[in-house]
């Protein structure tokens, strides 16, 4: 059975409306191009706070390290968990950190050197091994006129990694559980003055 002829003018009829009816193309075409822009749009937003969470932690750590240039930690005979917990008060806008929170995400490590002494390059690596952070926390109180070595390392967690992009050097048991391991250092020497 032959269709119509005029059930076939109607097909063409049609197809030629809908090739020239623009209604919705917008929308067909965004939902092209939407993945794309959501992806790179997440990932700008993401670099942009691991930038900002960089320079917050590198700022906390300037102004609680600069306790001890000024000899004021040494005055006060502050204890590892009163610097860390100082440390964790400047930075709390974006971090969490401290015992309250159960985070072992930040690490402190206060390295001093007697006056003149070179730092080892050990003392300034990355503390990154086969994607691992294993950095420990350490304190030394320094002296009048010691050399001083203030480092802080926060393990960052990323969201967007998910979607092919990945900014991690840190990686978990079999890639999951991606973050990103932020540092900063603050080294002085210790003013000569003791009070």
Known sequence: MRPSATSLTALNKALRQFRRDRRGSA???F?????LFFVLLFAIMETALVFFASQVLETGTH?????????QALN???TQSQFETDVCNRV????????SSGSPNLTIVVKAYAPGAAIPPADLAVPIAGGVFTGKSAYAMPNPGDTV???????WPLFVTGLGYNIAN???????NQQRLLAA??????????S
């Open 185 to 194: 250092s603050a080294a002085f020497r210790v003013e000569p003055n003791g």
């Open 149 to 155: 070595l203030v480092r802080t390392f926060y393990q």
């Open 27 to 29: 929308a067909v075409e």
């Open 31 to 35: 939902a092209f191009i939407a993945p």
């Open 170 to 176: 840190l990686f978990g048991s079999g890639g999951s």
């Open 76 to 78: 006060a005979g502050m």
């Open 92 to 99: 709390k806008v974006l971090f969490t950190c401290g015992a």
């Open 63 to 71: 102004d609680s390290a600069r306790l001890m240039y000024t000899n």
